[in-house]
């Protein structure tokens, strides 16, 4: 188990990495990303019904038991599908900063938890106290490439507390992946515009 989501996370940051610079660059657009999204939800649906070679192997090594009978690729679809509302709902480095802290908090909160971690969370037991401040620390340290101390602060705050909550709706748990990027987007425009959205 331990092992499954370790890869997962790597993965995350290798994908998470890739859109930031590509997108940054000018290289990545939103079209992109829909059709990866597209591309995904399409071997999802195929991969209920048939075993294909390449596709068996990365849903063997990268997915949850629990999502390969029900919905497979589930976290990639997510990953994309929250990148793509942070360009889509943001100016450009919002959605940037956005992006790098759900590549980095989100990854990293769960790495350095498992492997460092020791003081379990009250509010959930499977989140580890320091694997949240890691996750704080490096988010931060990565939106600061894109928005000012102050943005970068308190949106990886924000962000990996929500992250290390969990929501749910009903019994189905809100998947973290489409949830940290908009959190900490908000965040950053709430505070740029200092909460105008908010006055009468």
């Known amino acids: ?3 499954i989501e370790v890869k997962r996370k790597v993965a995350h940051i290798c994908v998470g990495l890739f ?5 940054y660059m000018h290289i990545l657009k939103e079209k992109h990303l829909f059709f990866g999204i597209l591309i995904f939800m399409s071997l999802s649906l195929l991969s209920l019904k048939f075993k294909v070679p390449l596709v068996n ?6 997915e949850r038991k629990k999502d390969l009978k029900k919905f497979p690729f589930k976290g990639m679809l997510f990953f994309l599908g929250g990148c793509l509302l942070a360009i889509k709902i943001f100016p ?3 959605s940037l900063a956005s992006i790098t802290i759900l590549t980095l908090g989100d990854s990293l909160s769960f790495l ?3 492997f460092l971690g020791k003081t379990k ?8 106290l320091e694997g949240i401040l890691a996750g704080i620390l490096f988010a931060f340290l990565g939106s600061l490439f894109f928005v000012n101390v102050t943005e970068a602060f308190f949106s990886s705050l924000i962000a990996m507390i929500v992250e290390g909550a969990g929501f749910k709706v009903g019994v189905n748990d809100i998947d973290d992946n489409f949830i940290v990027p908009l959190v900490a987007g908000t965040v ?8 105008s959205i908010f006055a009468i």
């Open 92 to 94: 450009r480095d919002i």
């Open 57 to 62: 192997f990365l849903l063997a090594n990268f």
């Open 121 to 128: 969370l009250k509010f959930n037991k499977l989140k580890k």
């Open 112 to 114: 350095c938890g498992s």
């Open 19 to 23: 859109i930031i610079i590509s997108y």
């Open 188 to 195: 950053i425009y709430l505070i740029r515009t200092q909460f």
């Open 1 to 3: 188990m331990v092992e």
